[in-house]
């Protein structure tokens, strides 16, 4: 599962390539189509202005590219589903259409039946990586059939914030084919060319998604927000029952012994994954979460 075209080569070019190998075989879900993309399309493209039709066009591009890549991959062109979701817009559609977005992956999951999925880190700093995990896992908690084991792979943040115990063998073909494929996203090499390749060259890491079913417990939050924030701070909470937003001062927050806030927020008797994010509500050019997303 792919939030961008080129987060599958980044994150998974050389495990896709070893299960190709051995015999299985691979689905890329692409859930957008990386189209809010304005200034490598100003560039490469010598325009100013990006309306809805460049935009449309930037998309199909970076489908494009995705394809190419994934043949480099040894992935066939018929492997990959795109579900064109707005690219920057994962969390407002978790927020506001989180029943039809959980009925298109468990859709997408009855047609492909995977026995391993990799997915986005919850922690990853990009909205749409760490909100595709939260819709993600609350799509295989919802779906009916055999849960998948889950990879989580981590692409913008800190390596040691989040990335885990499993560690892909690698070889010097694999690794230069993954490049050669992440090559094949002209669109973002243009611009980003250093930067993509940095994030390519890590060696493959993933946490090992652990999913045991416990009922629902008030849960201690990992944020100490400075209270001079405190006014412009919002608590999201989602789990299998919907979204919950607050601003901070109504959310259902208590303070422990230790003076950390724990969250009372899930009905009694509630199980399954459920996640919260802090964030703030100021107009900001930075794209990236501040505090993100926490497992509940
Ligand atoms: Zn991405």
Request: charged fraction near 25%.
């Amino acid at each position: 599962m792919s939030p961008h075209p080129d987060d599958e080569s980044i994150a998974t070019g050389e495990l896709i390539q070893q299960v190709r190998q051995s015999g299985g075989q691979v689905r890329i879900l692409l859930l957008t189509n990386g189209d809010n993309n304005p200034w490598p399309q100003r560039w490469m493209e010598r325009r100013l202005r990006i309306g809805a039709d460049e935009r449309r066009r930037w998309g199909e591009r970076r489908r494009g590219e995705v394809a190419q890549a994934l043949a480099r991959l040894g992935v066939e062109p018929d492997a990959f589903e795109a579900l064109g979701w707005p690219d920057m817009g994962i969390t407002d559609r978790l927020c506001s259409q989180l029943a039809p977005s959980l009925a298109a992956l468990t859709k997408a999951l009855d047609a492909i039946q995977p026995n391993l999925l990799a997915l986005p880190a919850l922690g990853d700093h990009h909205p749409d990586h760490g909100a595709a995990h939260v819709l993600t896992r609350l799509a295989v908690a919802s779906w009916e059939g055999a849960a998948p084991q889950m990879l989580a792979y981590l692409v913008h943040g800190r390596e040691g914030e989040v990335t885990g115990r499993v560690k892909l063998d690698s070889s010097v073909g694999l690794h230069a084919n993954k490049m050669a494929a992440l090559g094949c996203h002209l669109s973002q090499m243009a611009l980003s060319g250093k930067r993509m390749r940095r994030l390519a060259d890590r060696p493959e890491r993933y946490r090992l998604v652990k999913t045991d079913d416990r009922e629902a417990s008030p849960s201690v939050l990992p944020w100490q927000p400075p209270s001079a924030l405190h006014p412009w701070l919002h608590l999201l909470m989602a789990d299998g029952s919907g979204v919950h937003s607050w601003p901070w001062a109504k959310a259902p927050l208590a303070r422990d012994g230790q003076g950390r806030y724990v969250l009372h927020a899930r009905a009694d008797g509630a199980r399954g994954p459920a996640f919260a994010k802090l964030h703030m509500n100021l107009p900001s050019p930075w794209i990236f979460d501040r505090w993100g997303w926490c497992e509940l």
